[in-house]
């Protein structure tokens, strides 16, 4: 154990993120920013606009489905929306983790894999929910990657993240990708919005708290949107939208101005199917944070004796270390670390370890989910600085709701405090006061079925009627 001391100190010297350097990371986020709403490419961050320009209001009405393809999971839903008294009915859906295969494999096969799903679920509609006479059934789909929207209901896939090398998508609408998956399913559906799941979970929040004005997912990667006035966006100038406001895109994942990384990120990052891009998300999302410390772990099973002299070769497995496994590490507080011992056999196949050990391992995970949580926290602090920047006393100076959402949010309660303590750290207690930092479960699926219904293909007829 006394051989893996230095690497643990360099670890935690390397990670560490003390108010100056955070001070650094929201400045350049906030200059990022400015420099992705100037011109397209003109910096790291792409700060998509999403062409939402008005969001749900709570009057829409009527039966939408909406389709999840984010991380992990795919997922199907549909709502029955009742108007402003009885907002939403009925929910109903349904989640299927996606196979390796489909995220290795061709562009037809992962639609028709999305579109053989959602027909399979619109057959068993029935109870609460029921469609207009006369009207297609409507969806909202909320597809979480790097997409340039061309319209609200039309999207290129810029590029794949989070592990997903599906052959052939860049650089295509993905709606008109789906539209010919359904017609092969003989289903007969229509997209009405195209949404990033940021902007869905803001659409979702917003619905029931109007104070909501940023919307951060931090899961298997993450991203963060928020609500910015039409007329700071120069590179919108030329549409003569107006004053109003809509929904940007930052795709923050790209950042990485400033952010301390050790030579176990860089070479995570050389190793990765996509080397040299979304470096935040590497550095603070649920996807990589089980593989960095893998890799510390790794180097220190090598240099010192901390797991014996063998090692098992399970350790030299990229992704085996998975976030929960940190997460529930670092719940145990027994005398013995017992959860982290059975972590480390079952996982690893660790046959034996010292509980001084164990107290390591534990100590690598916090560094490294204290240095992604802190980092999270600066993200959103600089989004906030920018937003209170253009429009002084708007945002910090009353009521602003910050809506998260994500599995690495939800279940790590100490990834949350870690991220709530630096923007506290950042922001001061008095702008911290006025600040909600909120759990929106579920958020991006209603919000895209939300915005299927503000932007409905039969809006018109519905105001005539
Ligand atoms: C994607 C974003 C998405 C985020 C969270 C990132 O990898 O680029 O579009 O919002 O993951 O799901």
């Not at 005398?335 to 034996?352: A, F, P, R, T």
Request: charged share 20%; hydrophobic share 40%; proline share 3%.
């Amino acid at each position: 154990v006394a051989a893996a001391a230095p690497i643990l100190d360099d670890l935690r010297l390397q990670c560490a993120t003390p108010l100056p350097l955070l001070r650094h990371v929201a400045g350049a986020m906030a200059a990022g920013m400015r420099t992705g709403l100037a011109a397209d490419g003109a910096g790291e961050l792409k700060m998509i606009p999403s062409y939402v320009y008005s969001l749900p209001t709570g009057s829409e009405t009527g039966l939408f489905y909406a389709l999840d393809l984010g991380g992990t999971n795919f997922r199907v839903l549909r709502v029955q929306l009742g108007g402003k008294d009885k907002r939403v009915v009925d929910t109903e859906s349904e989640q299927v983790s996606i196979p390796k295969e489909i995220m290795h494999g061709t562009t037809e096969e992962l639609f028709d894999f999305i579109a053989s799903r959602l027909s399979k679920f619109v057959a068993m509609e029935g109870g609460n929910f029921q469609l207009q006479e006369g009207r297609k059934r409507e969806i909202g789909f909320t597809f979480s990657f790097p997409v340039k929207q061309t319209s609200i209901d039309s999207g290129i896939l810029i590029k794949w993240t989070k592990g997903f090398a599906v052959s052939g998508t860049a650089g295509k609408d993905v709606v008109a990708c789906l539209n010919a998956a359904m017609e092969r399913q003989g289903l007969d559906m229509s997209v009405s919005a195209l949404v990033n799941d940021t902007v869905g979970a803001l659409a979702g929040a917003h619905y029931w708290d109007e104070d909501v004005m940023v919307a951060v997912i931090l899961g298997t990667g993450t991203n963060a949107c928020y609500i910015e006035r039409t007329e700071s966006i120069p590179k919108l100038q030329h549409l003569g939208l107006g004053t109003g406001n809509t929904i940007i895109n930052t795709e923050w994942g790209a950042f990485s101005d400033g952010l301390p990384l050790t030579e176990f990120d860089k070479d995570m990052d050389a190793e990765s199917i996509n080397p040299g891009e979304q470096i935040f998300e590497k550095t603070i999302s649920g996807m990589y944070l089980g593989e960095i410390v893998r890799r510390v772990l790794a180097r220190m099973a090598q240099e010192s004796d901390l797991f014996g002299h063998s090692f098992a070769d399970k350790l030299a497995e990229p992704f085996v270390l998975r976030t929960p496994h940190l997460c529930a590490m670092q719940q145990d507080n027994s005398e013995d670390l017992g959860e982290v011992e059975s972590i480390l056999h079952d996982i690893i196949g660790v046959n034996q370890s010292s509980v001084a050990a164990r107290r390591v391992i534990v100590e690598v995970s916090d560094c490294i989910v204290k240095r992604g949580g802190r980092l999270a926290g600066a993200g959103i602090a600089g989004i906030l600085q920018k937003m209170e920047n253009d429009s002084k006393g708007l945002i910090l100076g009353r009521r602003t709701v910050v809506a998260m959402d994500g599995g690495l949010y939800e279940n790590y309660p100490q990834y949350r405090s870690y991220m709530v303590e630096a923007m506290a750290e950042l922001l001061g207690p008095r702008d911290m006061e006025h600040i909600v930092v909120e759990h929106t479960k579920d958020g991006s699926g209603i919000g895209a079925a939300l915005l299927a219904a503000a932007n409905s293909k039969y809006a018109a007829a519905q105001l005539l009627a």
